[in-house]
């Protein structure tokens, strides 16, 4: 009926101890690597919004660009960073340039240490720059030379 082996093989226990904390390693640094990825992505996005809004709706509301992304960075950001602590977002102005910085950090208590995590954390930097310029009279400019080069098409015929 039940007959039972007396000479089992161990090798795919030994086989298992090995492989699988290598592979759960792998699947875990690949998750912490997306939610890094994810957070500089949603940074870089976001501290270029703030830049090029400032340069629009910063000047219809009489106040400087710097002051208008202080009052709307928090409403912007929201609560999108998922795996990333809420970014610190700073202004600077020069003359027409408005540059705004952010920095964020995916810090996980999964694998800290080990491997390529740092016990630290991983930190994203972002950059984004915009230039104040005053529309109506560029759109006007670009007229006027579209209105000279088809003058001078015209005459040429």
Request: proline share 3%; glycine share 6%; hydrophobic share 40%.
């Amino acid at each position: 009926m039940f007959k039972c082996k007396k000479e089992l093989n161990g090798y795919f226990t030994v086989e298992a101890s090995l492989i699988i904390p290598m592979v759960l390693a792998v699947f875990v640094i690949i998750i912490h690597a997306a939610f890094l990825l994810y957070g500089k992505c949603i940074l870089s996005q976001d501290v270029y919004i703030l830049a090029f809004r400032s340069t629009l709706l910063g000047q219809d509301k009489d106040m400087s660009p710097a002051d208008y992304i202080n009052n709307i960075k928090d409403e912007k950001i929201g609560e999108k960073y998922i795996g990333n602590q809420k970014p610190a977002i700073t202004v600077s102005q020069n003359g027409k340039n408005i540059t705004v910085s952010g920095s964020t950090k995916a810090n996980h208590s999964a694998m800290s240490g080990y491997f390529l995590s740092p016990a630290s954390g991983w930190e994203s930097k972002a950059v984004g720059q915009a230039e104040i310029i005053e529309y109506a009279p560029h759109i006007r400019k670009i007229k006027r030379a579209k209105d000279i080069l088809e003058n001078k098409k015209d005459t040429k015929k």
